[in-house]
């Protein structure tokens, strides 16, 4: 089984994405600005956490999630 490589070098990278991926959800007013936010960073951090911004989860409990 292949390893993953880390997306984000540091804790801190991944919050600071994380909070304008949050911002871009936050700005979206129409499904299709959720959709085009979605397909932009899925493949960087998952649909997991995507979901999780989009019904409102904080930062803290998402990247405490991670295990």
Known sequence: MATREP??????EERA????VKSE???????EDIVRV???HYLKIGH???GR????RSL?????SKG
């Open 60 to 64: 803290d409990e998402i990247l405490k």
């Open 17 to 20: 994405y994380l909070l304008r």
């Open 48 to 50: 997991r956490k995507l």
């Open 25 to 31: 959800l936050d700005a979206a007013q129409t499904k």
């Open 38 to 40: 979605w397909r932009v």
């Open 53 to 56: 911004l989009l019904i409102g």
């Open 7 to 12: 997306t984000f070098a540091t804790p801190q």
